[in-house]
């Protein structure tokens, strides 16, 4: 079974300026989720998807931070305009659902440098 | 605030013995918890859940207890290979207003030495 896919790999990018990373879970997983993890952190969840509708963004900085599920499958988050704080790794990940201790699959994840 | 805290510092072990990570936390009423293995330049890998009514699970070499009193899971590895070098990741689940959220913790750093 394929895994989750997320592109770019690695980004560097100026502060203000903007970027997409990409992500397409695992095939009949109904639940995406986009984490932060900055170095030498765990994971922070930024927003969860319930197949195309949003489940909790509440740590997601909405200001500069947009995400969306289109037709429920692939999904994509966007920064614009970027500051040096977001410097991180972008990770994806899929389960089957939302459901009480659901096991989370992630992708390689998308590491982020602004300079 | 709530907190999720694991070993701050790195574990080295010798081969072939058991390894003990902890992860304890406060002001948090979790419904489960999972342990992650997470090596350099890749996503987290999940290892176990366990939950609220469960004092202890097992996988081949890997065991977690609960205590929901202490508000503690211990991870143990027992006769630990060098390829069990990683970074454990402890993570909390508990059903939110919209959905079930998973809080990590930073992580502990296992080094198996031959």
């Known amino acids: 079974e394929a895994g989750v896919a997320q592109s770019p790999r690695y980004k560097i990018i100026e502060k203000r300026q903007s970027v997409a990373f990409w992500c397409n879970p695992i095939?009949?997983?109904?639940?995406l989720y986009w984490y932060q993890q900055i170095l030498g952190q765990g994971p922070k969840l930024l927003i969860q998807?319930?197949?195309?509708?949003?489940?909790?963004d509440s740590q997601l900085p909405k200001d500069r931070f947009s995400a969306e599920r289109l037709k429920g499958v692939d999904s994509t988050l966007k920064i614009q305009p970027a500051k040096l704080e977001d410097s991180a790794v972008y990770l994806c990940?899929?389960?089957f659902g939302p459901g009480l201790g659901s096991e989370q699959y992630f992708g390689p994840g998308t590491r982020l440098t602004v300079t | 605030s709530q907190k999720i805290e694991q070993n701050s510092e790195a574990l080295n072990i010798q081969e072939g013995k058991t390894a003990t990570l902890t992860c304890n936390y406060t002001?948090?009423?979790?419904?489960?918890l999972q342990w992650y293995r997470q090596d350099p330049g890749r996503g987290p890998v999940f290892l176990l859940l366990i939950r609220e009514n469960e004092k202890e699970k097992r996988k081949e070499r890997l065991k977690v207890t609960f205590d929901t009193t202490l508000k503690q899971s211990l991870f143990h590895i027992t006769a630990s290979q060098p390829a069990d070098s990683a970074t454990y990741l402890c993570?909390?689940?508990?059903?939110?207003?919209?959905?079930?959220?998973?809080?990590f913790g930073k992580g502990t750093s296992l080094l198996v030495t031959p």
């Open positions: 998807f319930q197949n195309n509708g949003v489940v909790d």
């Open positions: 095939s009949g997983h109904a639940t």
């Open positions: 993570a909390l689940g508990s059903n939110s207003n919209s959905g079930y959220a998973l809080n």
């Open positions: 990940a899929s389960s």
């Open positions: 002001n948090y009423s979790p419904a489960y």
